[in-house]
């Protein structure tokens, strides 16, 4: 089917990074076969099996969502203030006790909606905790039944002696490592590439604290195996680049390098506490960071170096990660991004909107190495495809296009979106998923899930104020 938008203004981030005020997108089934003036493509385009209108809109590449926590978005509210490892103690690990498939099928159906209406078209889900074979088959399933693009990181973990120490508990390690390993091959040749090769997998080594340096080898082996990514929380802490010194002698990237698999293929996760000489080492291999700045504020972890990373070379994606955003709308990881590091800089002129929009587009599909693919609006390239409504008293008058789009647009702007051609949201609201349905049994199965997981207590916290008189 071609179809034609027109009447939109457009934020490319091709080659050019070409802004139009107002132009045209033809594409046909899932890829953009043109894309130009408005006047030119109507001339060109007379007779269009479907057209669409985006007057007062601006189309941009769907936004990727390079880490996240699907499962979490049942625990929204929970971990408010708490740092990771209390956060990991207090409920990521009475909830891995407990959580089932069917929780996280549901959980990943109600983050699918809300990343779609959001604007993301491509989200990496990392499934942690005690894995279960059937939560990521409900997790692809949902994920292809949603329209959405999606990587479904599945996390190996293995018990060390820093997880003694750390006292993580004995349910979290039930499956020994090589069948962790194998269950993990079992769901690559299932279930990567299926949906039309919208969904993907990848294996996904927890953090250097909770496996070895054999178990990350053997991912490495797999991954090489199959032609994926790795994806591994990397010094989100100060404690654990401790850690790392006092276990092994190196900062958590100078052993991955020193194991040989650090590459084009190691997507590294936060990156908060990295040296010079760590952030030389990945842009010498080539390998890429997820940056979460919504939840390293919120867990306190710390500010990761962007800027220095982006100076020598290194792909640096963007995440909401899980519940420390509270949400999947990108938008406010985006001003977050920004304004985060011109404040730590105290320098507004680092990390400019333009900057953080590549992040979450170009840049983000170069760290999934899908950049031939997705992350720009090119002729050629799959259309993944959002228009975001220009029209609301929050984002006018509107005289930078991108600026609007990043300090003055939500998610609730979002009127359009396009996934390998298909429209499947229009008019705000989601058409491959019963939004309702969803929502209805999101709210049931959580409330089940705090109380078999005994965390009423976080949710009945008093009024707290940490200063000035309480009443």
Known sequence: MLTLIHNVAMVTMDEERRVLSR??????????AAIGSNDELLAAYPNVERSIDGRGMVAIPGLINAH??????????????????????KLAYPVSRTITSYHVGVAVELSCIEALRSGTTCIVDNITGDVQEKSVELTAEAMASSGIRGLIA?????????????????????QPFKEQVSRTERLIKSWDGTADGRVRLCPAPVTTWANSPQSFLAAHRLAEEYDLLLHTHVAETKSEVEA??????????????????????????????????????????????VHCPT????????????????EAGVDVALGSDGIGNH???????????????????????????????EMATLEGARALRMEKEIGSLEVGKKADIVLVRLDSPHIIPVHRLVSALVYGANGNDVDTVIVDGQVVLEGGRVKTLDE????????????????????????????KRLGGKNG
């Open 436 to 463: 309702d349905r969803v929502t209805g049994e999101a709210m049931r199965v959580a409330e089940n899930l705090v109380n078999s997981a005994g965390l009423q207590q976080l949710s009945e916290r008093s009024w």
């Open 154 to 174: 599945i996390s190996l973990a293995e018990r060390t002696p820093r997880c003694d120490e750390w006292q993580v508990p004995d349910f979290m390690y039930t």
């Open 327 to 357: 949400n999947h709308d990108m938008f406010p990881v985006l001003k977050t991004a920004s304004l985060l590091h011109k404040v730590a800089r105290g320098d507004p002129t680092v990390s400019s909107a333009e900057e953080v929009l």
């Open 295 to 310: 939840s390293n504020m919120y867990l306190a972890s710390g500010i990761a170096r962007v800027p220095e990373l982006l």
């Open 23 to 32: 132009g045209a997108i033809a594409f046909a089934d899932d890829r953009i």
């Open 68 to 89: 996240t926590h699907m499962a979490q978005a049942l625990l929204r509210g929970l971990s408010d203030d708490l740092e990771l490892l209390s956060f990991l103690k």
């Open 244 to 289: 790392s010194l006092e276990d092994y002698g190196q900062r958590e990237v100078e052993l991955l390098h020193s194991l040989g698999i650090l590459g084009p293929r190691f997507m590294i996760v936060h990156g908060v506490w990295l040296s010079d000489e760590e952030i030389k080492l990945l842009a010498e291999c080539g390998a890429s960071l």
